[in-house]
């Protein structure tokens, strides 16, 4: 069965950096278009970053770009956001996850395959 699982959230300062990882099982890894996504409670769920198959193409919003970097580990299958210069706005449930592929503007309806979720708090 397919499946993600996030890790490496938590409680940071802003000015401050984390590091996210997903870890990948059960579908070839290099043939999805992998995604990170964030949600606050009672706000939609936003596209953060992706990176399609075989890396060719990149994506990141407009609120990350120059702050996150997406990257991945085939070797691993895993998946990793670099979050540095964290506000508070960057608040939020991170989840990854995976669709064949293309990243197709990072609607995450597009994408079928989700992990659990992993909480990122940063303090002013």
């Known amino acids: 069965e397919a499946s993600v699982v996030e890790s490496g959230g938590g409680l940071v300062q802003a000015g401050g950096s984390l590091r996210l990882s997903c870890t990948a099982s059960?579908?070839?890894?290099?043939?999805?278009?992998m995604a990170w996504f964030r949600q606050v409670s009672g706000k939609e769920r936003e596209g953060v970053s992706c990176?399609?198959?075989?890396?060719?193409?990149?994506y990141y919003a407009d609120s990350v770009k120059g702050r996150f970097t997406i990257s991945h580990d085939n070797a691993k299958n895993t998946l990793y956001l670099q979050m540095n210069s964290l506000k508070p706005e960057d608040t939020a449930m991170y989840y990854c996850?995976?669709?064949?592929?293309?990243?197709?503007?990072?609607?995450?309806?597009?994408?079928?395959?989700w992990g659990q979720g992993t909480q990122v708090t940063v303090s002013s």
């Open positions: 990176v399609s198959w075989r890396g060719h193409d990149t």
């Open positions: 996850a995976a669709r064949p592929r293309l990243c197709l503007s990072v609607i995450d309806s597009y994408f079928g395959i």
């Open positions: 059960g579908f070839t890894f290099d043939d999805y278009a």
